[in-house]
Each structure stands twice: as C-alpha cells, then as structure tokens.
C-alpha cells in the first residue's frame, strides 16, 4: 500500500471529472490517494462575467500568481469550494468511492501566514502590494488527513487555506500539494496539467525534459517559464520533504494517471544524483544511477519498480507488474505467442545499509550498485538494444524479495512462465559467467530445561544448545576433511542467540545458516542435525534451496563466453559459495541457465558498494550479444523440431 497525492490542474481544458475512474482504480487496489485540484481558467471566467477579472501579480523570479483581493476571494472560493470540489466529489461517489471535499480552510487542514508585502513586477517596474490576501501554506494537518485515509476515505482538498487566526487566504495549490505529500511521507505526486511536463523550449513539444537529476536542476528551472515556475518548485520542496518521486505530466488523453506514475512527463525523484562527470551520460547510466539512488530494501521496493517502469516504457519495452509487486519488462512478441522465450531474471531489492550515491572517477558507489541493480539495469538496457529474430520473447524481470528468504518474486515468476533459456542478474565480474551456486538451509532450533541453581551439574538450556552446537561443528568438519574445494564443503555459521528464563524454565533459541554442496540434500542433512538434538530440543527449517549448477557445453553459458571473448576479454567461468534466484527457478525450468553481471561479488552486503562504470557498459554489449546468440540458437532448434515433426507424418 502506497500513499499518492494527485493534483489536478484548472487550466484551460483540463477536466478532473475524466481523471476520477482511474482514482477509483488506485483506491479499489488498495492504495491511499489524495485529489488536490485547482480551478484557475473556470475562476477567470466568472471573474469576467461578474465584472471583476482576474489580474495576476509577477514576481522577481518569474513565478506568475493571482492578485487576491476580498471579492477576487470571494469568486475563487465560488469556483473552486463549490463547483469543481462538489463535482469531484459527486462523480466519486457515483462511481462508489468514498470521497470528502474539503477546502484547506476546513479542520485547519492547510495552515499559512498572509504575505505582508508583494512585489509585483508584471508592469517593468516593481510595485510593492500590502492587501493581498494570498501566502503559502507552512503547516498540514496531517493526522486529521491521515484519519480520512485510514478509514478508506480520498480526501479531494482545494485551495483556499487559512492563517492561525482564522483568514482565508489564496494559495497556490502545486505547492500545497506538495507540502501535503511530505506531510503524510507520500511516495509519489503528480502534478498534472494541460502542458506534458518540462519543455527545454517552450515552442517545441519535442524538447520534454524527462528526467531531472542532480545536473538537470538548473536546466529544468531555467526552463520553467510562467506557472511551470511554480510546479517545478513544489516539485522540488516535495523532494526535500521526502517524497520519493514526483511526476510533471499532462492530464489529458487517455490513462492520464497512470502515464505520469510511469513516467511521462519530467521526473524527479528522491535521491537522484549529478553524472554529468562520467564518460557516458546517456540513459544507459541514468537508469542505473537513478535505481541506486532510489532505495528499495527487501519488503519496500514499490518505488524503485516504479522506476524501472519509467525506463522500460521509455526504453520501448512493454512493462507490466506481477501480484507480487516485481516488474517485468517485455521486448519482441509476447510470452504467449512466442517460438522462443529467454528470460533475464534481476532482482530489485537490496539489503538494508545506507551507502551516500556518487559517482567518483567513473564509479558509481551506493546500496545496490552491485547486488543486484547494476546487472538489473544491463539487463534492461541490453534487452532495448537487442536485435530479436521473429517469434522470440525476451523478458527482462526486477524481481521483488530475493534477499529475503522466500525469494516470493522469484517464486511467482517461476509459477508463471517457462522459458527456452534464462540469465540470472547477479555479479560475475564483466569477464565471468557464474556456472552455479551451492545450496542452503536457514534454522531455529530451540532448547528447553528445568531451572536450576547455578551451583547445579545439571545442564541448562544454554549448555545444552552450545553443546548441540559443537556436535554440529565437529559432523561438518568430518564431513569436509579432504575437500578439495569450498564449493564441495558443508559451510556453517550461527547468525543469533538468544536466552530467557519464566523462573519454572530456560529457553535458549540458536539461528544457524548453512551453505551446502550438491551432494548434500537439505531434507537428509536436516535429519542429521535433529539426531544430534537432546530431549526436548526442536529445529525448524525457516529457508533451503538446493544445489544447482550448470555446465560450460550449456548454450546460455557458451553465448555468454563467446560474447565476453568478443569484447576483446577472456571469459572465467565460476561457481559460488553463495546462493541466488538461479538455485530457485533452476530446479523448476530446467532450460539452459546460468548467471552474469558486472560488478565484484566480495562487495555484496558491504558498506564499500561500488561499481566501475566502464564494466558496466561494456556488459551491456556482451549481453546483448549472448540474447541474439542464444535467441538465433533457440530458434533454429525450434525450426529444426517442426522439420523433424513434418517428416514423421
């Protein structure tokens, strides 16, 4: 679940009662959304009839506002308050969602402070205004709005809002969307209008600034002309309040909504950084710059997916998200007309660790730059790239969860699909394929015994798990004297302990990992240590995968060599110590499979992340080519078959 501010424009041609089926969407798939709308072109209109139009005051910097007197209020509240809040309101409820109209006089909602003093420079020479009834909103009432959506509740708000003392005041309603998505730490807002986000020049459609990071700033205000000013501003303060993406987009054509929240449009988000210093500055890099600077640890990943969407829709791919949340983007035919399907299968998540995002002397540094979103981001880039034969399906997957024992995005996809071929997303090395990783076994086992005096010889339960312990410690080694390699040798490692007492009886409770080979089968070296226990004592196996390696004669395995000799390298074929999604769909599909991906593996999991940016490129050519080699392959053997077949008959 997800909170989500969506403000809606009131400029000319904008109708926010088209845009409420898709609100309706998001609340019925459980997210929590907030409407803020303006109604500036309707209020000008009425202004004109009424005998009072709309003057509009320009500041210093070029940011255009309207000049609020009292009856200048009194029309925008007609407008605003009552028509177009009403009508929101009316058209949710019709369509049964549970919606209130508010105004951010109502409850206090949005607090602000009247401006003493303006300075209008809308004539050439600077005007100073002191009756205007207009500020900027300092303070939300965010538990009350919290209340709302906690009882399943879209609050729909719109200007005005009021001072400590009870005033009206006019305020510009871009950035009172923003302060309200910082205040309820929402994930997205979306800013939309009848304009597709930020033109570097105003005249040309063609000149959309799609992303803004850290270098793209000054460019994007520069840019920013009129009431865009003002976007690009609130844009920037929801940022700095925590918000963890922002969207300038359109309101208009078809699926408005979800366009912006796959972004099109100008994208900020949080965390995004300055690469204007690197060799290669192109979207290859900034996708991978913007997931790492994005951070998606296992259980919180729906931003960083949010994200790759953004990329594989712009990259041109079809992208789609699963029931558990992974992304999955598509490029050729669809799985399910397809002769031949190959999957890159990446995983998104990151374990916890926070690592400041930079990029220094062509190394990108941040969580998640190795394992696993830089080969994550090859992938893509590599898929968008690839030259497919007709009838193939490449699908490139950001699996949700692998760094935490389920694996469930893994799972799903596995569930789901069958492919011809996969590669696995995990660090090799940009000269290594990765043939294999062994198997292992997460366990709690629990000691229980009767209280004692400390003088007693009777053991505890503490003596009784440490002693169990070296039981274990003394059948491993056994097990692993003679052993060439650590690939064939049982690895153990106690991750916790944990002690407590009732007064009656003692509890102790051991956390244990093990790495196992190929042949060791999970089921049979669980037995062996519940032989070891002593009375009362219980293990349960909180995780396993089992073993699983493939060959160098595997097709997937000799297009990746072919390939990395191609770049002018000498391909290092390897097996690991660790485990990864290839020892889940592995045992499962049982096609030609292995792993790849730039990066050094020894920096999984450490504060030292980082990741040479020249590796990465260059990993994106060599799997580029080992998909076409492997996609060529696949279909020859798939023409080869039905030969065969219509011979037969």
């Not at 729909?156 to 009870?166: F, R, W």
């Not at 520069?222 to 501003?233: S, Y």
Request: charged share 25%.
């Amino acid at each position: 679940m997800s909170t989500i501010v969506i403000k809606i424009g009131g400029g000319q041609g904008i109708d926010p009662l088209a845009l409420m089926d898709e609100v309706a969407g998001l609340v019925r798939q459980g997210e929590r959304v907030v409407v803020v709308h303006g109604g500036s072109h309707e209020t000008n209109q009425l202004a004109e009839t009424l005998g009072h139009p709309t003057r509009t005051i320009q500041s210093g910097g070029g940011r255009v506002s309207r000049r609020t007197d009292k009856r200048t209020l009194e029309i925008f509240e007609m407008v605003y308050c009552g028509k177009i809040n009403k009508a929101v309101v009316e058209r949710l409820r019709q369509i049964g969602i549970n919606a209130i109209g508010l105004s951010g006089i109502d409850a206090g909602i949005w607090q602000g402070r009247r401006k003493a003093a303006i300075r209008d420079m809308s004539s050439g020479t600077t005007v100073i205004i002191r009756d205007d009834l207009s500020g900027r909103v300092e303070q939300v009432n965010g538990e009350f709005l919290n209340s709302l959506l906690d009882a399943g509740m879209v609050p729909v708000l719109t200007p005005p809002a009021v001072t400590p003392d009870g005033v009206a005041i006019n305020v510009d309603a871009d950035r009172a969307a923003a302060v309200t998505a910082g205040a309820l730490k929402a994930d997205e807002l979306l800013l939309l209008s009848n304009v597709p986000g930020v033109l570097e020049s105003v005249d040309d459609p063609n000149s959309l600034i799609q992303t803004v990071s850290g270098s793209d700033l000054q460019v994007v205000q520069l840019a920013a002309k009129g009431r865009m000013k003002n976007k690009v501003l609130a844009a920037e303060e929801a940022i700095g309040s925590g918000v963890s993406r922002v969207v300038i987009g359109s309101a208009g054509g078809e699926r408005a909504i979800e366009c912006a929240r796959r972004g099109q449009g100008t994208l900020f988000q949080q965390g995004a950084i300055a690469i204007s210093g690197t060799q290669d500055c192109s979207e290859s890099v900034r996708v991978l710059a913007d997931l790492v600077a994005t951070p998606s640890v296992s259980g919180s990943e729906h931003t960083a997916v949010r994200v790759f969407e953004t990329y594989a829709n712009r990259f041109g791919l079809r992208c789609e998200i699963d029931q558990e949340g992974s992304a999955l983007a598509h490029a050729g035919v669809d799985p399910d007309s397809c002769l031949a399907h190959i999957m890159l299968l990446g995983h998104i998540d990151t374990v916890p660790g926070d690592i400041p995002v930079r990029v220094e002397d062509g190394v990108l540094h941040g969580r998640g730059s190795v394992d696993a979103k830089g080969p994550l981001s090859a992938m893509l880039v590599a898929a968008s790239e690839a030259e497919l034969p007709e009838g193939v399906c490449l699908t490139v997957a950001g699996a949700v969860g692998e760094e935490a024992a389920e694996s469930r995005g893994a799972r799903a996809i596995a569930a789901k699909y069958s492919p011809d071929a996969c590669i696995i997303g995990e660090p090799s090395g940009v000269d290594g394929v990765t043939l294999g990783y062994k198997g292992r076994m997460a366990i709690c086992a629990t000691f229980m015994s009767e209280c004692a005096h400390a003088a007693s010889e009777t053991q505890n339960a503490c003596d009784l798990a440490h002693a169990w312990w070296s039981k274990v410690g003394l059948r491993v080694a056994k097990f692993n004297d003679g052993k060439r390699l650590m690939f064939e040798e049982i690895q153990a490692r106690l991750l916790g302990q944990q002690s407590e007492t009732d007064g009656n009886k003692d509890c102790a409770t051991f956390k244990a990992s093990f790495r196992l080979p190929l042949q060791v089968d999970p089921d049979d070296f669980e037995s062996d240590l519940r032989s070891m226990l002593p009375k009362d004592a219980m293990i349960v196996r909180t995780s396993s995968e089992v073993a699983y390696v493939t060959d160098r004669n595997d097709p997937v395995v000799r297009s990746l060599m072919t390939a990395i000799r191609e770049d002018g390298m000498t391909p290092k074929p390897k097996i690991k110590t660790g485990t990864a999604d290839l020892n889940v769909v592995g045992p499962i599909w049982r096609c030609p499979i292995a792993a790849y991906g730039p990066g050094n593996s020894a920096l999984d999991h450490t504060p030292r992340e980082h990741l040479d940016l020249d590796d990465y490129l260059r990993s994106i050519r060599v799997l580029r080519r080992a998909v076409e080699r492997v996609a060529r392959e696949l279909l020859a053997n798939h023409q080869d078959c039905v030969g065969e077949l219509q011979s037969a008959t």
